[in-house]
């Protein structure tokens, strides 16, 4: 039986294929593929570029800005697939071990309505 | 029926209770969310900084280096739900959808082997 | 007779003294120059993170906070006069041929109260 | 008597003109030009995408890619000094101040030869 089509695993197994089909591994080393991360994330952050608050809190009420925003996310999300398989990584299991991290660097009663950094807070 | 432990739903309601516990809703304005995200990408910069292409791609080899390398990721993944939640965008079809419009850019034929961007793929 | 002591060249030297009396020219391949500058840079970004604009704007009247925002400027200029050196660029010079790029592309009686990108002017 | 034409604080009055020229300072905030200034570094970063350490090392020696990395510096150059006149920093002396802590940081008999990060020297 095949996973739910909304699966993450699917996603994965089709960015891998879409890789494989242009044989574009010889391309994807690590290094690379952080840098190339970054370079989505940085188009992620050119959406806000010139605009108050207020103004990036309302661009997902323009249906074009927010398609915008949804393949940039979307690019970051594929680039962390490809990071993830190449080093071997569970993606998910990370991101559940790390918010139990997170939860012991900043447990609820200290740092319930503060945005102080975990370092800071007492 | 609960769906399976391992899915990105999961994780999405892991995420927002943490911050729902912590009262940081008030700080996550899109903005701010955007570039945290750019700060976590550049800390998965930061795991290759002075490093050769052969010595990163040697990172994941090394348990230490590979759970700070999955702890990066991990974090780039909770802000990209926080974002999308936030946008109100679903995630996996963004990236289902943005695959597919990649695949219109970048032609098997003319992209395979290719690492030209696609405005200059001829 | 020396330059005098405010100059960019006087710095240029400065840092590259650093450099070598450490022996660190191996490390600074320019791939990895880039890289640093980029992680710099997100330091410069982390001192506004989970602030409103305002908060940011206020920033420069707080000593210790105005000290970090000067430190992190700092190293980013350190950085790009490495890179400089490394890729034989006149920095001043590129600057100023980059300024007279830029009015072309964003004419005074078109940009004028303007944020529109150069390809939208109209 | 006017300063040497080479001189950062004759660029320095050079970009001021440029952004009053055009009513800019009104977008100018000071959260907006670090993002700037973000932007402008990965396009720098951007330069070096899918290359090995060795090819980013011989882009100099191509003409149309080394206008490409001048054109980036100097991007990030402008928008710092735009950053230091808004925060009322003197960019130089804060880099000369910035080269004295990382003297400090990283004593030649120890960080001599090593990329390791200051707080590991032993």
């Not at 996973?3 to 494989?20: C, I, K, M, N």
């Not at 010139?50 to 996310?73: F, M």
Request: net charge negative.
């Amino acid at each position: 039986m095949l996973p739910p089509a909304d699966s993450l695993a699917v996603l994965r197994a089709a960015v891998l294929a879409f890789r494989d089909a242009r044989d574009w591994r010889q391309f994807h080393n690590l290094k690379n593929l952080i840098v190339s991360l970054n370079l989505e994330a940085a188009e992620l952050l050119e959406l806000t570029q010139w605009q108050r608050d207020e103004e990036v809190e309302a661009l997902p009420a323009d249906p074009v800005r927010r398609e915008a925003l949804a393949d940039e996310c979307a690019d970051v999300l594929l680039y962390l697939l490809l990071i993830a398989e190449q080093a071997k990584i569970d993606l998910l299991a990370a991101a559940q071990a790390k918010l139990v991290k997170n939860a012991a660097k900043y447990p609820v009663d200290k740092a319930r309505g503060s945005r102080a950094k975990y370092v800071d807070l007492s």
